[in-house]
């Protein structure tokens, strides 16, 4: 079996030619039910050897092997050159090129980050909890770039329309911003809906990126597409992957 470009989806946003990035799906892939198809989480449950094949099927893609992370819906950003085998960070960073910065999701935020020059680039993992503790504030911290010179696109999560939480969640956001109060809609159970795009965007605003893009997704409703914990409990995967190139070739 062979991974397809129709498989992935390609962000779209006005990056430079050098930066090269890319989402996974659940398209593709080896794995049975409930992981089916391409999960690259080596953590879920599933077949050791099933993901590692897995893995295998995005080489044409990528110029090296991604980093893996053990996330742990922290701050700790790693730069992902010097980094050991398996760092245990919910963000990477880098600046050399062919080295591969990657996160996984299914229903937390995967956001990427680059500058207009080319320089840098970083892979964020935004739950809702990392996003309150400020993940993103601290990878942009040590791109060391000025904010206005970065542009994010935010990957596929949970939508507004699906994602359920309690008062806990709302007020831990509210209590610091009172913008954050756009981001949630009262349920009449008590709970609210929350929109972790619209939170996401607005703490990058915060400190100075205008440049926002993507943000159209819900993997919790597009099952054909995407995995989603919220919806399935035992499920795969997904990765976000962003690298630099030292010139225009394509990198996949």
């Not at 760092?87 to 062919?98: C, L, M, Q, V």
Request: glycine share 8%; with cysteine.
């Amino acid at each position: 079996m062979m991974l397809s470009k129709s498989d992935l989806i390609l962000p779209d946003w006005p990056a430079p030619s050098n930066v090269h990035a890319m989402q996974t799906t659940r398209m593709g892939g080896f794995s049975e039910r409930p992981y089916h198809r391409l999960n690259l989480g080596d953590h879920v449950g599933d077949d050791s050897l099933i993901v590692a094949a897995n893995r295998q099927l995005l080489t044409p893609f990528v110029p090296t092997e991604p980093v893996w992370m053990r996330q742990v819906h922290g701050t700790s950003v790693v730069d992902i050159a010097s980094a050991s085998c398996l760092p245990e960070a919910d963000a990477a960073f880098t600046s050399a090129s062919a080295t591969v910065c990657c996160v996984m999701t299914a229903d937390c935020l995967p956001l990427l980050l680059c500058d207009r020059a080319g320089s840098v680039v970083a892979a964020v993992h935004a739950g809702w909890r990392g996003l309150l503790k400020g993940v993103i504030e601290s990878t942009i911290a040590v791109m060391q770039v000025a904010p206005k010179e970065l542009m994010a696109w935010l990957g596929p999560a949970i939508g507004p329309k699906a994602f359920e939480v309690g008062d806990d969640v709302r007020t831990g956001f509210t209590q610091n911003d009172v913008n954050a109060r756009d981001a949630f809609v009262t349920l009449e159970n008590g709970k609210w809906l929350a929109d972790i795009y619209l939170l996401a965007r607005q703490r990058l605003q915060a400190v100075g990126v205008t440049q926002i893009h993507g943000g159209d997704f819900c993997t919790y409703t597009d099952a054909t597409r995407f995995f989603s914990y919220r919806r399935d409990q035992r499920t795969g995967r997904m990765a976000t992957l962003i690298w630099l190139t030292k010139n225009n070739a394509a990198g996949g």
